[in-house]
């Protein structure tokens, strides 16, 4: 085998040959005598060496001061920068008011939170009813004129003073009964008085004393049975003690229904004009009648007229038939 071949099979890997820079001697054989071959003297072996590893980094590579494993770690922040550049160049810095909106749009709503609204919801929607109502109530009041207010308070004056007076009234008799020598005696006489009264209240006596007369002419016929029904419960709180309405008495039980063109009192059908007559307090009914929103306003709102008169004597005498309850017995006998 020639020396050619012999290089050609250790390859580049054996350091010291001819293609790798090794230095031989010229005309020395490979081997001699067929001893070891001689160690080739240490330039030669760095010189193989350099050749055996990859070829340099250009200066300006190393220049940078970075190996391959820097550059591929510092790569990835490179691009991690170049990205935040890119994105800072994008989308500016958002504002406090934006960042605000970007959080409360789209909602993200839980089941507790929307249970929350709903209940939140439900209680304003009940006090804003309640204000409306309020207000509608105190919105007549509050359009009244100075005389109008003054004569409402002077009516809840006159019926505190009827109910103080009742008071007294019932202590007196307490006191009469307590006191009298002859109690059985004083216990007939106030049994009587007392019936007396609520024969009265109850329509079956007639009744007379001062009052007023009110007639409501009702020519479109627009006038229905609750603002008649107003209108009696409107004379109850001032005070009136018996009410008749064209020959119908009006008692704690009487009923109001509309009925073709006219009313129903108590299943007796009666047509206007619908006359009141009324006893009581004159000076407490009429002004009842007259209040800012009242009776004869709202009547006369629906076109009707309305005329009420105050008088010494009024006489009602329409009676009612004593009716036996079926049920209720006195707890006395």
């Not at 072996?45 to 940078?64: D, I, N, S, T, W």
């Not at 207000?135 to 308070?153: N, P």
């Not at 076109?303 to 004593?322: C, F, G, H, N, P």
Request: hydrophobic share 35%; proline share 6%; no cysteine.
């Amino acid at each position: 085998m020639s020396e050619q071949d012999d290089e050609r099979e250790r390859g580049p890997e054996q350091p010291g040959g001819p293609e790798h820079g090794g230095a031989r001697e010229q005309g020395a054989p490979g081997r001699a005598g067929g001893g070891r071959p001689k160690a080739a003297p240490p330039a030669a072996r760095a010189g193989g060496l350099r050749k055996e590893l990859p070829e340099e980094v250009p200066g300006e590579a190393r220049a940078g001061g970075k190996t391959g494993a820097e550059a591929g770690a510092a790569h990835p922040a490179g691009q991690a920068g170049d990205r935040r550049e890119s994105g800072s160049a994008a989308a500016p810095e958002l504002t406090g008011r934006q960042r605000l909106i970007n959080g409360l749009w789209p909602p993200r709503v839980t089941r507790a939170q929307l249970i929350v609204a709903l209940l939140l919801f439900g209680l304003g929607f009940g006090l804003a009813v309640q204000v409306a109502s309020n207000s509608e109530t105190d919105s007549a009041l509050r359009g009244a004129r100075q005389e109008d207010l003054v004569r409402i308070l002077d009516e809840l004056d006159d019926r505190t003073q009827r109910l103080e007076d009742e008071k007294q009234g019932l202590e007196k008799q307490r006191d009469e009964l307590e006191n009298s020598s002859d109690q059985a005696e004083e216990a007939r006489r106030q049994t009587i008085e007392k019936e007396r009264q609520l024969g009265v209240l109850a329509g079956t006596v007639a009744a007379q004393g001062p009052g007023i007369t009110m007639t409501i002419e009702d020519t479109k016929g627009t006038v229905e049975a609750d603002m008649l029904l107003d209108a009696i419960q409107e004379l109850r709180a001032a005070g009136a003690e018996a009410i008749q309405v064209n020959g119908v008495r009006v008692v704690a039980g009487t009923y109001l229904a509309d009925s073709g063109n006219g009313v129903s009192v108590d299943g007796n059908k009666i047509n206007a004009p619908y006359r009141f007559k009324v006893i009581g307090k004159p000076q407490d009914l009429e002004p009842a009648l007259n209040i800012p929103g009242g009776v004869v306003q709202t009547l006369e709102k629906e076109q009707a007229t309305v005329a009420v008169e105050r008088s010494t004597k009024i006489v009602v005498d329409a009676l009612r038939a004593a009716k036996r309850p079926d049920y209720a017995r006195s707890s006395s006998q």
